[in-house]
């Protein structure tokens, strides 16, 4: 039932997606499966995935309920909330400029936004749209970082920057990444200042309305009163109904998106094959930062920028609940791969890129090593120990995986870390002592082993391994000297 329900929808999409066709009934099935255990896994509410290979969407499916209490079932025609995922439409509006030479990366957003604080009148309009030009937060944040729901915000953006004259920027322009919503305050003025509209407007007339967008809303007034999922947060290990917050209109360039599956897979579909944004221009600005200091940034053009194998990676989460993902090698007239995946929350509170990353293991293994281990290591920390099963895993991803040692290494630890926060400490103990069985020499498995013991609360433990990787890197260095 549920394999012909992902069906069905499948050919439906595939009408709406130019170039889209079926893909096989194994990969549907095979990706169906991993979301009925991502759902058990995490304790997921409602989920919808769509992924695509070069314009071809190869599944779209969802799994679960819009409504926990009610048990509505969820379907890939549900509006979800897509939080930061706003981010992209403003992203893909300011490269339009770029493209157009009308706005110039490299040149202070001062000269095109008028009435910014004094201490941001030098930063640049490349700074503010990757998170590198460390501007202060204009809300009162919760402890998991978003906005408190019962704050009052400023009644319009001369207001937010009038509030902000006086605070300190949080680090020096350019020497480091700081995700804040503020930076994309910045860019929805300087739209607004170009067009003379408001971003709403410009968002629906450039992209929204472009692009046929008949299930997409900034803001929940203007929301249908049916088909929209509820949203779920973890707590005390249950789902909790959690109220969006109510963002003012000019916060709709990085927050308050809804949308469907469909439309979130035409505007991706849209940007890949360069219809808002020429593919030069894309590669070109979907290049990884160098910072002042050397380090690389983690954002690109507003995208954020990572890499998967012989891949590129760009996307963004919203919140911790959904994230978009594009692929590519080199450029965007070869392989590229799409993957959405929506969720209205759960119990776990899971990290949408674990989901992601979960999807993309099954699609592509070999061309994705990295999520696919990741997802094996998943399968391992949660099966109940028996004697000597470290060393056999240990074997096993000698033999399947092609990673080499230090990308093997930091991969099992991230994965670990990962686990930690999503699944808890036991099973993250698993990969951790995984690590040291592969690498025993290596002072960072046994120090991780030693921090996941010590939260645990065994410290004498603790303690003991903290001892082995201070030796281990004692005669790191002594070798290294010699």
């Given amino acids: 039932m549920i394999l012909k329900r992902t069906m069905t929808m499948l050919l439906a999409l595939a009408l709406l997606l130019p170039g889209a066709a079926f893909a096989d009934e194994a990969l549907s099935a095979a990706l169906t499966r991993q979301m009925e255990v991502n759902r058990q896994r995490y304790g997921i509410a409602g989920q919808a995935l769509l992924v695509a290979h070069n314009g071809e969407v190869l599944f779209c499916g969802a799994d679960g309920e819009a409504d926990v209490e009610r048990h509505e079932r969820v379907t890939a025609d549900h509006v979800f909330a897509a939080y930061s995922l706003s981010k992209l439409f403003a992203s893909v509006l300011i490269m339009q400029l770029v493209e157009q030479g009308q706005v110039d990366l490299d040149a202070p957003a001062s000269a095109y936004v008028p009435g910014l604080p004094k201490a941001w009148q030098a930063i ?38 009038a509030s902000l004259a006086d605070t300190p920027l949080q680090f020096a ?90 439309d979130l897979g035409r505007f991706l579909k849209a940007v890949t094959s360069g219809e808002l944004v020429g593919k030069a221009t894309l590669r070109r600005l979907w290049q990884p930062r160098t910072l002042a200091n050397g380090r690389r940034g983690g954002f690109a053009a507003g995208w954020e920028y990572g890499e998967s194998g012989a891949y ?25 791969y799409v993957f959405a995946y929506l969720t209205n929350g759960s119990v ?46 240990a074997g096993s991803i000698r033999a399947q995986h092609l990673l080499n040692d230090a990308e093997l290494e930091r991969a099992i630890n991230t994965a670990g870390y990962s686990v930690r926060e999503n699944l808890g400490i036991d099973p993250a103990l698993r990969v951790f002592e995984l690590n040291t069985v592969l690498f025993p020499d290596s002072p960072n498995t046994w120090d991780s082993l030693a921090e996941a013991h010590a939260a645990k609360g065994d410290q004498d433990k603790a303690k003991a391994l903290y001892e082995k990787a201070h030796r281990l890197a004692g005669r790191a260095k002594a070798g290294e000297a010699r």
């Fill in 124 to 161: 640049r309009v490349r700074e503010f749209l990757d998170h590198t030009s460390g501007v202060p937060e204009y809300f009162a944040q919760r402890q998991d970082g978003a906005a408190s729901t019962a704050m009052a915000f400023p009644k319009d953006l001369p207001a937010v920057f």
């Fill in 173 to 262: 322009t350019g020497t480091d990444t700081r995700y804040t919503q503020s930076n994309f305050l910045v860019l929805t003025a300087l739209l607004e200042a170009h067009y003379g509209k408001p971003y709403a407007q410009i968002a629906d007339e450039r992209i929204m309305r472009k692009l046929q967008l008949g299930h997409t809303w900034l803001g929940p007034a203007a929301l249908p009163k049916q088909g929209v999922v509820r949203s779920y947060v973890g707590k005390d290990g249950r789902l909790v109904p959690e109220q969006d917050i109510d963002w003012p209109d000019y916060a709709h360039g990085h927050a308050g998106l809804y949308l469907t599956l469909d």
């Fill in 312 to 336: 590129r990676q760009v996307g963004h989460d919203g919140g911790t609940r959904v994230r978009v993902r594009v692929l590519f090698q080199g450029s965007l007239d070869g392989d590229v």
């Fill in 348 to 393: 776990r509170n899971v990290w949408s890129r674990v989901l992601v990353g979960s999807a993309m293991a099954v699609v592509a293994p070999k061309q994705f090593p990295a999520e696919t281990l990741s997802e094996a290591l998943v399968r391992y920390a949660l099966q109940a120990p028996v004697k000597d099963d470290a060393q056999a895993q």
